[in-house]
């Protein structure tokens, strides 16, 4: 498997804000085949590996400068998103906080309702604390009962059929991100226990 198939299969354990449902079936008719499903604001986020290429360097050598880029870009971001809400891009959409296992090929969610094995969902991503905007059409792969709760909860895993090349590199640098930060997290809590059990 190549560096690149390695990167779309790459998986992680995350927290981000996810919108879903079932296309109904006049949906699916209208669904031409290979089209893809288009993000008007994925454009507005090409530039951003770069951008965290940058600030990632001047942080070795000005962290103040660094810091401050970072906010400015953060503060960019959260203006293009309240822009898209107002003019209607993002609209009647209930985004929700759900601990997803995630890659740039699928998902995997906890969901109230069962849904069938061949089902065809549109998936909406809002990344934390970026707030990118991540859209995609999947098939459902496999929809299981959660035997360790009350409620009616499925564990649904989705394949992604059809997302765009821009969505998927933005998945894909989060989930690189993603991946350093839990790391830095699990050294760093090792390093702790150790302390403490030294005391």
């Known amino acids: 498997m190549g560096t690149q198939e390695r990167r779309r299969f790459f998986?992680?354990?995350d927290?981000?804000?996810l919108s879903y449902r079932e296309l109904s079936d006049e949906e699916l008719e209208q669904q031409v085949e290979g089209d893809t499903?288009?993000?008007p604001l994925a454009s507005l986020y090409t530039c951003d590996p770069r951008i965290a290429e940058i600030i990632e360097h001047i942080n070795n050598t000005a962290p103040e400068l660094s810091e401050l880029a970072g906010l400015l870009n953060k503060k960019i971001d959260s203006v293009i998103n309240l822009l898209a809400v107002e003019s209607g891009i993002i609209h009647d959409v209930a985004y929700h906080m759900h601990e997803v296992n995630v890659s740039a090929c699928g998902i995997g969610f906890q969901s109230d309702e069962p849904?069938?094995?061949g089902a065809v969902m549109s998936i909406d991503m809002i990344?934390?604390?970026t707030d990118q905007h991540i859209v995609a059409v999947g098939k459902v792969v496999s929809c299981e009962a959660e035997s360790n709760t009350e409620s009616n909860a499925h564990y649904v895993r989705v394949?992604?059929?059809n997302i765009s090349s821009v969505d998927q590199e933005m998945l894909i640098q989060h989930l690189v991100k993603r991946q350093l930060v839990l790391h830095?997290?699990?050294k760093a809590n090792a390093q702790q226990g150790e302390a403490d059990a030294e005391k």
Do not use: G, M
């Open 37 to 39: 499903p288009q993000n």
């Open 184 to 186: 830095r997290e699990q």
């Open 127 to 129: 990344l934390t604390p």
């Open 15 to 17: 927290s981000l804000k």
């Open 11 to 13: 998986r992680i354990n």
């Open 159 to 161: 394949d992604f059929e």
């Open 115 to 117: 849904f069938a094995v």
